[in-house]
């Protein structure tokens, strides 16, 4: 499939620094993928429309080691597999607005009933500002840690964390406002 994504490519620079992409990050991407859709093969499918698109648009990828690069990478996955959801989203139950500041992040999940009602989170998710959005993806899609988050967004470790239970608060509102629609 490299070679494939490499004859998108012109430039020999770009191609040898796609081909670094590649291996250094796929892996991580359809990680995300795989979280936002839950089945391998169409995370794989988001993953391969996210290296294309990147392919294409080479000259927009700075330093592979940057943050900036990484954060990049795994939103772009992150978008396609979103989109990917959306065709294929169903509508699902109820969910109950509780105090999610004393929630661990596993009580949170339950109380979301992740299993059942993934589109719909994936959806409310889309819908929240880009503030509240980024921290809560790179916390429960991607596993990143409250300090990874902060030094990937250049924020304060404290501000991430409001940032995710505000998140949080926004997210169940916006579930239970659907579900009464």
């Known amino acids: 499939m490299l070679m494939f994504y490499m004859s998108l490519i012109d430039n020999d620079d770009d191609r040898a620094k796609f081909e670094l992409l590649y291996k250094n990050y796929k892996k991580r991407m359809v990680s995300v993928a795989f979280s936002v859709l839950g089945n391998k093969e169409d995370a794989e499918d988001a993953v391969h429309d996210t290296f294309i698109k990147i392919a294409r648009n080479m000259r927009s990828i700075g330093d592979l080691d940057s943050d900036e690069t990484l954060s990049y990478v795994l939103k772009a996955a992150k978008n396609n597999a979103i989109n990917l959801s959306q065709k294929n989203a169903t509508r699902n139950k ?3 607005l509780e105090d999610v500041e004393n929630m661990t992040d596993e009580q949170f999940l339950e ?7 993934y589109e719909d989170v994936v959806k409310a998710i889309q819908s929240i500002s880009n503030t509240y959005k980024d921290v809560l993806f790179y916390h429960f899609v991607a596993g990143m840690k409250i300090k990874e988050i902060a030094d990937l967004l250049g924020r304060k470790n404290f501000t991430v964390h409001q940032q995710i239970i505000r998140g949080k608060k926004k997210l169940i509102e916006i579930l239970e406002n659907d579900l009464r629609d």
């Open 94 to 96: 109820h969910i109950q």
């Open 111 to 117: 109380k979301l009933n992740i299993q059942e009602n």
